[in-house]
Every structure is written in C-alpha cells, then in structure tokens.
Nanobody
Framework: VQLVESGGGLVQPGGSLRLSCAAS????????MSWYRQAPGKERELVAS????????YYSDSVKGRFTISRDNAKNTVYVQMNSLKHEDTAVYYC????????WGQGTQVTVSS
C-alpha cells in the first residue's frame, strides 16, 4: 500500500495550492479518502474527507469555503484545492485512506508566509 502526496510548497497568504495523493496497493474506490494536517506543536487534525461514492464530503470549520476535496477513481488519486490560504494553514498535510483499516501517506509540507 502506498499513498504519495505531492504539491506542497511555499505560498503567500491569499494564494492557492493543489495537493494530490496518488494511491496504490488497495481498491481505491472503496475507501473514504481524507486530508489531515499537523502543525508544529499541535495534534493532527482532519481537514477534509470524501466518501467512496464521491458524493459525501466533510470539511473542518477552519477550511470550509476555502478548500475543496475531490477524487478521481480512474486515476486512484485524491486532491485538495486550497484557496485563500492563511498563515494558520501552515502544516504538514497527510493523505489518508480508510475502510476498516487506515493507511497514511508520508506527508507534504505547506508553508504560508510572506
């Protein structure tokens, strides 16, 4: 099983980034896919998730209206489009797959700074 995140980097406040997570080694379409983040000194928190049917989504209050999660089951990939980024969005972002068992990616750093 592999979850490989990409798309992180340094962006100015108000900017945008799109993270991708390429999955392999399991039946991607059956799994709920999520993005978590962990800032220095803080616990890992759920940012957004999307159900296996590509219909139901969840967003934390801190990102609602700014982030959009999507998935492409044909490409075994989940995305999160992050707009209007703020300093407090700075964190390592992790992709996660869950269906009974939970898998994690290695994380990608997002830094929002001027």
């Amino acid at each position: 099983v592999q979850l490989v995140e990409s798309g992180g980097g340094l962006v100015q406040p108000g900017g945008s980034l799109r993270l991708s997570c390429a999955a392999s080694g399991f039946t991607f379409s059956r799994y709920t896919m999520s993005w978590y983040r962990q800032a220095p000194g803080k616990e890992r928190e759920l940012v957004a998730s999307i159900g296996s049917g590509d219909v139901s989504t969840y967003y934390s209050d801190s990102v609602k209206g700014r982030f959009t999660i999507s998935r492409d089951n044909a490409k075994n990939t989940v995305y999160v489009q992050m707009n209007s980024l703020k300093h407090e969005d700075t964190a390592v972002y992790y992709c996660s797959a869950a269906w009974g068992t939970r898998y994690w990616g290695q994380g990608t750093q997002v830094t929002v700074s001027s």
